[in-house]
């Protein structure tokens, strides 16, 4: 079943269309553009009511036609075991009334991109191991998305993983996370530069011929594993659904009544699993869009203008969010405007840094979103509020329910909780007792307030040796990877 087609349209270079397999292992498409599902199918989601998450996973595969063995399906979705209750990945927290959040953060990395990037490491590493080839995965991150991949493709066969990280871009256990790792098949490189500039190389290599050839030459095949692969996208969908469900479950709502998603977004990869789940049917009235001070998308979201022009990055407390060019919006604009439109948009902003919707576009995005961002003093402050209600919070979850606040009416609100507080504790001892510790420090101090714990991942990351020390200027970094894998 080929229904994945092309946000830029085809060049002629390639097929019209691919399969899931195909995309997962090229993301690549024409123009450079993304792969993204042809139509999204209507979902009657009351029956699903019932289903464990599992069931309830491989049915919204189904329903997406994402043709896949199931039996590799369930191997990926054993993934969850690794989780702190296997049979509920993604477990609701009510707080307050109509204030719930999703904790996304239970997997082996404690960030929600465990949640897609556990089981897709394993559907890539079956899918290309039959294909008997190896494979080089290129990933960047601002810091969560590194140490997930790294977990899920260690020591897997015939797998090569490079990871960019921006060398003080990230906190020190989202490094540590990284440089820790000892499997002979990962290598990471911290690079001078933010997440933007790594994300840009990352983007580079793709396309580098020479590369790709000096790769062949080796029997290796470049890939990607960042949040523009829909192999994670398709993981992305399933908890949104999976949380309106339990708030029926749980018999919060009657099912059918309309409800509010907050995602703290960057990239745009959680918020367009929320907008896919919306477009299917899950009864969704708005999708609220939380940034940080680099509030590119809440402009982007208010005005219809994306402008990079005459922006730098500024570097936040809630760090992994800290991008301007958020990628996966590409597939939004796909799903609502159409392919030779997003190519103009796109290709507006490669040479201009800068494009501009019409009136009736906007109004179609404002139909599905709404957004607003919160500044370092106010990440502060949420999270110091919510701790002295009993709820301990990382930075990125607070920029969300700052969001959920500003919005707050007689809807239940759904706040996806991206990280665990431990990823971040300076800040978040900051924010509470208003000192300056660092990473370890703060953890100790955070451990010893009553019904805290921490996780034996975290725990056991500062008495583990550095592996990886690399840190490369960007025109190193080709060199370098050839030499390791020789
Ligand atoms: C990656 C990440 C985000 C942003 O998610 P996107 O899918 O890139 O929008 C938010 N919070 C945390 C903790 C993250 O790791």
């Known amino acids: 079943m080929n229904n994945f087609i092309q946000t830029r349209?085809?060049?002629?270079?390639?097929?019209?269309?691919?399969?899931?397999?195909?995309?997962?292992?090229?993301?690549?498409?024409?123009?450079?553009?993304?792969?993204?599902?042809?139509?999204?199918?209507?979902?009657?989601?009351?029956?699903?009511?019932?289903?464990?998450?599992?069931?309830?996973?491989?049915?919204?595969?189904?329903?997406?036609?994402?043709?896949?063995?199931?039996?590799?399906?369930?191997?990926?979705?054993?993934?969850?075991?690794?989780?702190?209750?296997?049979?509920?990945?993604?477990?609701?927290?009510?707080?307050?009334?109509?204030?719930?959040?999703?904790?996304?953060?239970?997997?082996?990395?404690?960030?929600?991109?465990?949640?897609?990037?556990?089981?897709?490491?394993i559907i890539f590493s079956k899918l290309a191991q039959n294909k008997n080839k190896k494979y080089l995965i290129l990933t960047a991150t601002s810091g969560d998305t590194g140490p997930a991949t790294l977990q899920t493709f260690a020591n897997q066969a015939d797998i090569f993983v490079l990871c960019l990280y921006p060398k003080g871009g990230t906190s020190d256990v989202q490094e540590l996370q990284m440089i820790t790792q000892e499997a002979k098949n990962l290598k990471i490189l911290g690079i001078k530069g933010d997440f933007d500039t790594a994300q840009n190389i990352l983007k580079s290599l793709l396309k580098d011929e020479d590369f790709k050839k000096a790769l062949e030459a080796k029997n290796f095949s470049l890939s990607a594993a960042n949040s523009v692969n829909f192999g994670r996208i398709a993981f992305q969908i399933i908890y949104h659904i999976w949380g309106y469900l339990t708030l029926v479950r749980d018999k919060k709502i009657p099912f059918g009544q309309k409800i509010y998603i907050v995602i703290p977004s960057g990239n745009f990869g959680n918020a367009l699993g929320a907008f896919y789940a919306k477009m299917m049917g899950l009864p969704i009235e708005k999708i609220i869009i939380a940034s940080n001070p680099n509030n590119i998308l809440t402009e982007f979201i208010q005005t219809g203008i994306y402008n990079?022009?005459?922006?730098?990055?500024?570097?936040?407390?809630?760090?992994?969010?800290?991008?301007?060019?958020?990628?996966?919006?590409?597939?939004?604009?796909?799903?609502?405007?159409?392919?030779?439109?997003?190519?103009?948009?796109?290709?507006?902003?490669?040479?201009?840094?800068?494009?501009?919707?019409?009136?009736?576009?906007?109004?179609?995005?404002?139909?599905?979103?709404?957004?607003?961002?919160?500044?370092?003093?106010?990440?502060?402050?949420?999270?110091?509020?919510?701790?002295?209600?009993?709820?301990?919070?990382?930075?990125?979850?607070?920029?969300?329910?700052?969001a959920a606040k500003t919005f707050c009416e007689d809807t239940p609100i759904i706040i996806c909780s991206t990280a665990e507080w431990s990823k971040f504790a300076p800040t978040v001892i900051q924010a509470i007792f208003e000192k300056q510790l660092n990473d370890k420090e703060a953890i100790n101090m955070m451990q010893k307030q009553k019904d805290i714990q921490i996780h034996p991942f975290i725990k056991n990351l500062f008495s583990k040796p550095i592996v990886h020390t690399e840190v490369l200027d960007k025109d190193k970094i080709k060199s370098s990877i050839l030499n390791w894998l020789e």
């Open 9 to 121: 349209g085809n060049d002629n270079s390639r097929n019209q269309k691919a399969s899931f397999e195909e995309v997962i292992l090229n993301p690549n498409a024409s123009f450079g553009g993304l792969y993204t599902l042809e139509k999204l199918p209507q979902i009657d989601f009351k029956p699903l009511l019932n289903l464990n998450y599992s069931q309830l996973s491989e049915k919204i595969f189904d329903e997406l036609q994402l043709t896949l063995d199931k039996e590799i399906l369930q191997e990926a979705l054993k993934s969850y075991e690794t989780f702190d209750n296997p049979k509920n990945p993604a477990p609701l927290i009510q707080t307050e009334k109509n204030i719930y959040f999703q904790e996304l953060y239970h997997g082996p990395t404690r960030a929600f991109k465990d949640m897609a990037l556990q089981p897709f490491g």
């Open 308 to 402: 990079i022009k005459d922006k730098t990055l500024i570097k936040s407390y809630s760090p992994a969010m800290d991008i301007l060019k958020s990628s996966n919006i590409e597939r939004l604009l796909f799903a609502l405007f159409g392919a030779s439109r997003t190519k103009e948009l796109m290709q507006n902003l490669e040479e201009n840094s800068f494009y501009k919707l019409k009136p009736k576009e906007l109004s179609q995005i404002q139909s599905h979103f709404l957004a607003t961002f919160c500044d370092d003093k106010g990440c502060l402050q949420t999270i110091k509020e919510s701790f002295e209600k009993g709820y301990l919070i990382d930075p990125h979850t607070a920029t969300g329910l700052k």
